[in-house]
């Protein structure tokens, strides 16, 4: 059983900067297609990034192009999701997701593990 903690979420002005962790356990990612999902409230979940289990270029969503970024560290089982500029829109709970397989999609289905959530709140 895989599981999955995110950490380094919070309250930050427009245009700062978050890095939330995902540490995960009971496997190593190698076999894991891993991403980040985030849902705002009264809204559907959406995809943020993912990245292949065998990795290769990740996926990002356009909302966040250029702005946030995906990756991992092996050696600490460990994803990444580093967050710049941040607006007011990207208020929300972000999870940590991973899913058996190579290839990754930014859609909220078949994904077989998720975190409990990070909560990430942009406001002046």
């Known amino acids: 059983q895989l599981q999955l903690v995110e950490s380094g979420g919070g309250l930050v002005q427009p245009g700062a900067s978050l890095r939330l962790s995902c540490v995960v356990s009971?496997?190593?990612?190698?076999?894991?297609?891993m991403g980040w999902f985030r849902q705002a409230p009264g809204k559907d979940r959406e995809g943020v990034a993912c990245?292949?289990?065998?990795?290769?270029?990740?996926r990002h969503a356009d909302s966040v192009k250029g702005r946030f970024r995906i990756s991992r560290d092996r050696a600490k089982n460990t994803v990444y999701l580093q967050m710049d500029d941040l607006q007011p829109e990207d208020t929300a709970d972000y999870y940590c997701?991973?899913?058996?397989?190579?290839?990754?999609?930014?859609?909220?289905?078949?994904?077989?593990?998720w975190g409990q959530g990070t909560q990430v709140t942009v406001s002046s």
């Open positions: 990245m292949a289990s065998s990795g290769g270029a990740p």
């Open positions: 009971g496997s190593t990612l190698d076999s894991y297609a």
């Open positions: 997701v991973a899913r058996r397989g190579t290839s990754c999609h930014l859609v909220p289905i078949g994904w077989d593990y």
